[in-house]
């Protein structure tokens, strides 16, 4: 048997303010130096776990993505943008020829 729903007596809560832009700003300044794990996504494949424990060296993995295909840039895992891979001096970087803005209304408009 459900129990019946209680009053709320709204006149013991507490009257806040709406944050100013000033600490808004503080705020946002404080979140800047926070670090995030950038990650870089080639491709991806499903594969049984035999296949897994047969990998030596030299092996090769076919993943989903098209040479033609952009690639996926992650912070914390969660999309943001998307480029093409570049080599610089002995590193390999990503030239962003997409932002995580321009990917969803993507997606969204298919």
């Given at each position: 048997?459900a129990?019946?729903p209680k009053?709320?007596?709204i006149?013991t809560?507490?009257t806040?303010?709406?944050p100013t832009?000033?600490s808004?700003?503080?705020t946002?300044n404080?979140?800047l130096?926070?670090?995030?794990e950038?990650s870089?996504?080639l491709?991806?494949?499903d594969?049984?776990l035999?296949?897994v424990?047969?990998?030596?060296?030299g092996?090769i993995?076919?993943?989903?993505?098209?040479?033609?295909?952009?690639?996926?840039?992650?912070a914390?895992?969660t999309?943001?943008?998307?480029?093409e891979v570049?080599?610089i001096?002995?590193?390999?970087?990503?030239?962003?020829?997409?932002s995580?803005?321009n990917?969803e209304?993507?997606?969204?408009n298919?």
């Amino acid at each position: 048997m459900a129990s019946e729903p209680k009053k709320l007596d709204i006149s013991t809560l507490e009257t806040v303010e709406k944050p100013t832009k000033e600490s808004s700003s503080k705020t946002y300044n404080l979140l800047l130096d926070v670090e995030l794990e950038l990650s870089v996504i080639l491709g991806e494949t499903d594969v049984p776990l035999k296949k897994v424990l047969d990998i030596t060296k030299g092996s090769i993995i076919e993943l989903d993505n098209k040479t033609s295909e952009p690639i996926k840039l992650l912070a914390n895992g969660t999309e943001v943008a998307q480029g093409e891979v570049v080599i610089i001096e002995d590193n390999f970087g990503l030239r962003i020829t997409d932002s995580a803005q321009n990917v969803e209304s993507d997606k969204e408009n298919e």
